[in-house]
């Protein structure tokens, strides 16, 4: 399975972005999907997932800025985030897990200018 995110760029401060993650296999409606994030010298970081019982979790740190959303007739998983600020400058990535093996996506680079 191969994990195609997009929708990544530069914003301003207060700014939004919609990103989107699309599996090579139709799999959005079956299995559970995450996005990560990994800042420049840290370590990835886990931010939301959309479970595959329809339940949305998320980090702390974003709780109420992101959203994370699934629309099964496209196989696509969105993260909707708002109010940017430059801590979210990071490469987003989105993850799934399927009989034991990891799939990541490439990433798409979020730049938040001050």
């Known amino acids: 399975v191969q994990l195609q995110a997009s929708g990544g760029g530069l914003v301003q401060t207060g700014g939004s972005l919609r990103l989107s993650c699309t599996p090579s296999r139709n799999i959005v409606s079956i299995y559970s999907i995450s996005w990560y994030r990994q800042a420049p010298g840290k370590q990835r970081e886990w931010v939301a997932s959309t479970i595959n019982n329809g339940r949305t979790i998320y980090s702390e740190s974003v709780k109420g800025r992101f959203t994370i959303s699934r629309d099964n007739a496209k196989n696509t998983v969105f993260l909707q985030i708002n109010s940017l600020n430059p801590e979210d400058t990071c490469v987003y990535y989105c993850?799934?897990?399927?009989?034991?093996?990891?799939?990541w996506g490439q990433g798409t680079q979020v730049t938040v200018s001050s």
């Open positions: 993850y799934t897990h399927i009989s034991g093996n990891d799939y």
